[in-house]
């Protein structure tokens, strides 16, 4: 699969590799204007795949970021895993309360 947004994290404490990738924005077979795309997060191989949908190119790259967002944050949370994000918090790496705009600015 070719992926617009493609990662791979490290942790600290655990041997564990975690990555996340968006597939291609497409337009949606449903009835009406939406796009879509598959959001992949893989830990050691193990993959899940979640349509990310949205009524435009931007709102699916935001619920990518969203759910990607979630994910981490659950895992480390639940597992007590530590990501090695070259010093940045999971906030700073993956903003879950700012706008896209808000981002850009930065």
Same mark, same amino acid.
């Given at each position: 699969?070719?992926?617009?947004? /493609?990662?791979?994290?490290?942790?600290?404490?655990?041997?564990?590799?975690? !990555?996340?990738?968006?597939?291609?924005?497409?337009?949606? +077979?449903?009835?009406?204007?939406?796009?879509? $795309?598959? *959001?992949?997060?893989?830990?050691?191989?193990? !993959?899940?795949? /979640?349509?990310?949908?949205?009524?435009?190119?931007?709102?699916?790259?935001?619920?990518?970021?969203?759910?990607?967002?979630?994910?981490? +944050? *659950?895992? $480390?949370?639940?597992?007590? =895993? !530590?990501?090695?994000?070259?010093?940045?918090?999971?906030?700073?790496?993956?903003?879950?309360?700012?706008?896209?705009?808000? =981002?850009?600015?930065?």
């Amino acid at each position: 699969m070719k992926f617009l947004i /493609h990662e791979t994290l490290r942790t600290l404490n655990t041997d564990d590799v975690f !990555e996340f990738g968006l597939g291609e924005i497409s337009k949606s +077979r449903e009835p009406g204007d939406l796009y879509e $795309a598959d *959001a992949v997060f893989r830990r050691n191989n193990k !993959e899940r795949t /979640h349509k990310v949908p949205g009524l435009t190119q931007f709102d699916v790259v935001r619920g990518f970021m969203t759910y990607i967002g979630i994910n981490l +944050r *659950a895992l $480390a949370k639940n597992d007590l =895993i !530590e990501f090695d994000l070259n010093g940045l918090t999971l906030d700073q790496y993956i903003p879950l309360s700012k706008t896209i705009r808000d =981002i850009f600015d930065e």
